[in-house]
């Protein structure tokens, strides 16, 4: 196990953005995985695997970049430590990004699952809402943690890390079946 942790500090060490990108990929990819297995009791045979791969596709390519660059954003125009610092960047973090990232992410969800605009736009105001108010259950409180806590080069991973469950609910929240939308 200390190989996999020394071989994993090595390359976000050398390659940071790929490492850090990546990740978030693949564990969008087992948010829907989980969505689709444990929360919609799909068999393997019923899975969706274009919409775990679009998952996967957007973490890598959309959702860890802009990650990555919002906390590398957040260092340089947040400075300091203490709490005072952290309340300050959860507050960006939840009042600025958070609300414009979750109706980006459901924009670019749409387009990738080949939605018209008119059926993105009926999309985004049946779900944006509901979203939108359960990540301000959650998110606080991690990135509290997160900012407090953590390093720089760590703090994508600790978010990916508890995303497993809110990419679990983002993509049973967002699936295109109606009937499963419902609350």
């Known amino acids: 196990m200390s190989r996999i942790i020394h071989t994993y500090k090595k390359f976000l060490s050398s390659h940071p953005f790929l490492v850090q990108t990546v990740q978030t990929g693949m564990l969008m990819g087992v948010g829907d995985v989980i969505a689709q297995r444990i929360?919609?009791?799909?068999?393997?045979?019923?899975?969706?695997?274009?919409?775990?791969?679009?998952?996967?596709?957007?973490?890598?390519?959309?959702?860890?970049?802009?990650?990555?660059?919002?906390?590398?954003?957040?260092?340089?125009?947040?400075?300091g430590t203490g709490k005072s610092v952290v309340l300050k960047k959860v507050a960006l973090d939840q009042l600025c990004f958070s609300p414009t990232f979750i109706g980006c992410f459901l924009c670019a969800l749409g387009f990738a699952q080949g939605n018209d605009f008119e059926k993105i736009q009926n999309d985004i105001s049946k779900n944006y809402t509901d979203i939108l108010l359960t990540n301000y259950q959650i998110w606080p409180l991690v990135q509290l943690g997160n900012f407090y806590f953590t390093p720089l080069q760590y703090q994508t991973l600790v978010v990916q890390g508890v995303a497993i469950c809110w990419n679990t609910y983002i993509s049973w929240k967002t699936q295109s079946q109606p009937d499963s939308i419902e609350n």
């Open 39 to 79: 929360v919609e009791k799909k068999t393997h045979k019923e899975h969706d695997y274009k919409r775990t791969m679009t998952f996967l596709g957007l973490g890598t390519c959309l959702v860890g970049p802009a990650l990555v660059t919002w906390y590398k954003t957040l260092s340089v125009v947040v400075t």
